[in-house]
Structure formats: structure tokens, C-alpha cells
């Protein structure tokens, strides 16, 4: 049993077909929560009468829509999803590993493009303290790609943690412009909670990745503003960890 709070802005046929995947690869009781983000174009009656709807007045961007719809679950373990996704079968295998493993706060799953070389199967340090998608544009049945593990921090396109440990460090922090909320949030879970990240292969998603921040004309002072506001609070920690992880 789980909640999906399933993130919107715009793009309801996407967010339908993410929906139909869902409903379709999703045996065990679950609910979805579709947090529609102020859009301007919304998606259908008939899909809202499939979800549990709710709405914001305005683009709370990526962290304050997640907060909000977060809001709304009653499961105690809730999967925070971007609407670009397309569920596979067996995707929500990362409730199971948090239902087992206590000292793990974040699942991250494997996500793959269309055309399956993936996208993100874990982040971990690349020159020095800096992080990344290390097997990005990699194939799907690289053997590397299929091994689960800890790691410093997982994207968010499509998360699994418990409903107690997202409320306790209290959620994404909306002072991000919808880029490093995620790392912001893996890196608290580890300092705030004392638990772990961890890549779970098992967990299997397609992602179109930043369909909706294209269309963004200022996307790129976005991101500058969320990374600087990063790494002036994480700088230190990142060094320490990599030096630690053997990086550095």
C-alpha cells in the first residue's frame, strides 16, 4: 500500500497516459493524487475521476506542488512522481525495499528514455565533489546499470519514501527553482535522519525528462539560483563525503 503524489504543470495528455501506465502496471492497493500545479490546461473529467484531484492556484514549482500534494496522502509510504514518466511492470518494487530495510530513507528507481538507454540509475561523484548520472545514455542491460546500491543522492522523477521521515525533515525545500531539490532532499534524509540513499534497479520507469522545463524561458536563471543556493549549503559536506567515498 502506497500513495502516488503525481506532479502536474501543463501537459494533460502526458499526465493521462502516465495515469493509464500506472492504473495498468499497479496490482497492489495503492492510491494516485494527481497535484496539478496552476496549469492552464488540465486534464480531463473522466481522468479526474480516476485520481484523487487537487489543485493549487498557482505554479508552486517543483517543490511546492510535491509539498502540497503530499499533504493529501493517507499511505505511510508515498512515491513522489513527475508526470513524464511511464510506469513498467514491477515499477514499485522501491515501496518493498523500504518496507524492509528501516535505514534506508530514499528509493530511487531506474529510469530510462524512450528509445531505453538510461537516463538515471543512480548519482554518484565525478570529479571530485562534483555529482552526476554516471551511466547516463548507457544500455539498459548494462550490467552496472542493473545492480542496486547506496549511493549520495537519486533524482526525484520518481521516488519512493516514507510519509513520517518526508514530513520530519519537512519536504522539499521551496527556496529551489526546479533544479537540486532532489540532492538537497537525499542530502538532509542522510544528515537529518542518519539514513541512506539507495538505486533500486528493480524499479523500472521510462522518463521523457524536462518536457515541461523546455518550454521555460527562464529556465537557465533558474538554474543558477538553485545551484548556487546548493552548493552554498552543501559544499562542505559534498568534499567531506567524497574524500570519505574515496573521490577526493
Not at 55 to 63: D, F, G, I, Q, S
Amino acid at each position: 500500500m502506497f500513495s502516488i503524489v503525481l506532479l502536474q504543470y501543463n501537459n494533460p495528455k502526458m499526465t493521462e497516459e502516465c495515469i493509464d501506465s500506472i492504473i495498468r502496471n499497479t496490482p497492489v492497493e495503492h492510491e494516485i493524487i494527481l497535484t496539478d500545479n496552476g496549469s492552464k490546461d488540465v486534464i480531463s473529467e473522466e481522468y479526474k475521476n480516476k485520481v484523487r484531484y487537487v489543485r493549487t492556484e498557482n505554479n508552486l514549482m517543483y517543490a511546492g506542488g510535491n509539498n502540497f500534494g503530499a499533504k493529501f496522502a493517507k499511505y505511510d509510504i508515498i512515491c513522489l512522481m513527475s508526470n513524464d514518466i511511464i510506469a513498467h511492470t514491477n515499477w514499485y518494487h522501491g515501496a518493498s525495499v523500504l518496507k524492509e530495510n528501516e535505514n534506508i530513507g530514499v528509493v530511487g528507481c531506474k529510469l530510462l528514455y524512450p528509445d531505453e538507454r538510461v537516463q538515471h540509475a543512480g548519482v554518484d561523484y565525478v570529479n571530485g565533489y562534483k555529482t552526476d548520472h554516471v551511466y547516463k545514455y548507457e544500455n539498459k542491460d548494462d550490467a552496472r546499470v542493473n545492480t542496486s546500491r547506496y549511493c549520495p543522492v537519486v533524482t526525484a522523477a520518481c521516488i519512493f519514501m516514507r510519509r513520517k521521515d518526508y514530513e520530519q525533515i519537512g519536504g522539499f525545500d521551496e527556496n529551489y527553482k526546479n533544479w537540486y531539490e532532489d540532492s538537497d532532499l537525499c542530502l538532509r534524509v542522510r544528515t537529518i535522519l542518519n539514513k541512506k540513499i539507495y538505486y533500486d534497479h528493480l524499479s523500472e520507469l521510462t522518463h521523457l525528462e524536462n518536457i515541461t522545463a523546455e518550454h521555460d524561458e527562464n529556465i537557465g536563471d533558474k538554474r543558477a539560483h538553485s545551484e548556487r543556493l546548493f552548493f552554498s549549503k552543501w559544499l562542505g559536506f559534498l568534499i567531506k563525503d567524497s574524500q570519505e567515498r574515496g573521490y577526493l
